[in-house]
T-cell receptor, first 117, second 113 residues
Framework: AQKITQTQPGMFVQEKEAVTLDCTYD???????LFWYKQPSSGEMIFLIY??????QNATEGRYSLNFQKARKSANLVISASQLGDSAMYFC??????????????FGTGTKLQVIP | DSGVTQTPKHLITATGQRVTLRCSPR?????VYWYQQSLDQGLQFLIQ???????AKGNILERFSAQQFPDLHSELNLSSLELGDSALYFC????????????FGPGTRLTVT
């Protein structure tokens, strides 16, 4: 079974500061992928960043970086230089492998980030 | 705009009824994923199709079924609807069988009364 845990239901950050959103995971799959998605109040889901379990380097996409610590089973999202438009719900997700070659995607419960001017 | 379209945007129906949600993936994308987002269950992966074939299955109820057609659009059929099926249903698409970058549609808001 696989599980994603996001322990911060809500967070505040000052505009232009960096913020870290926590995500821990549990899986027995040898190979898996970790994602972060952003969901603004308008409801759409926006892909932000991906980290493969065998990737040596931490993933970065513009102001987003994923702090991947495999031994601790954590995949925290770091947003640098926060902007007002970053205010949204953020979901951590994992894709793992089931028997028979099927894949399963599991989402965390989300963290609501509010950026303060 | 992700390029993924979903219809209808809103749907209100009664318990026991059957509805069909439609999704058109981005041009060229072969994989379609369906997700359910509800207040009590959060975001749940339902099912994935790749080029017309079922590729992965998540927490999809037996009352629900999906298919992907030769033109790559997909439909999610929900039958014998219950109040608890009220949720936002997302479709997402990606280019490959195992692609990690999925593009989400705007969702269909289903309300069962």
């Amino acid at each position: 079974a696989q599980k994603i845990t996001q322990t911060q239901p809500g967070m505040f950050v000052q505009e232009k500061e960096a913020v870290t959103l926590d995500c821990t995971y549990d899986t027995s799959d040898p190979s898996y992928g970790l994602f972060w998605y952003k969901q603004p109040s308008s409801g759409e889901m926006i892909f932000l960043i991906y980290q493969g379990s065998y990737d040596q380097q931490n993933a970065t996409e513009g102001r987003y970086s994923l702090n991947f610590q495999k031994a601790r089973k954590s995949a925290n999202l770091v947003i640098s230089a926060s902007q007002l438009g970053d205010s949204a719900m953020y979901f951590c997700a994992m894709r793992g492998l089931l028997s028979g070659g099927y894949q399963k995607v599991t989402f965390g419960t989300g963290t609501k980030l509010q950026v303060i001017p | 705009d992700s390029g993924v379209t979903q219809t209808p945007k809103h749907l209100i129906t009664a318990t026991g009824q059957r509805v069909t949600l439609r999704c058109s993936p981005r041009s060229g994308d072969l994989s379609v994923y369906w997700y359910q987002q509800s207040l009590d269950q959060g975001l749940q992966f339902l099912i994935q199709y790749y080029n017309g074939e079922e590729r992965a299955k998540g927490n999809i109820l037996e009352r629900f079924s999906a298919q992907q057609f030769p033109d790559l659009h997909s439909e999610l059929n929900l039958s014998s609807l219950e109040l608890g099926d009220s949720a936002l249903y997302f479709c997402a698409s990606s280019s490959g069988r195992n692609s990690y970058e999925q593009y989400f549609g705007p969702g269909t808001r289903l309300t069962v009364t």
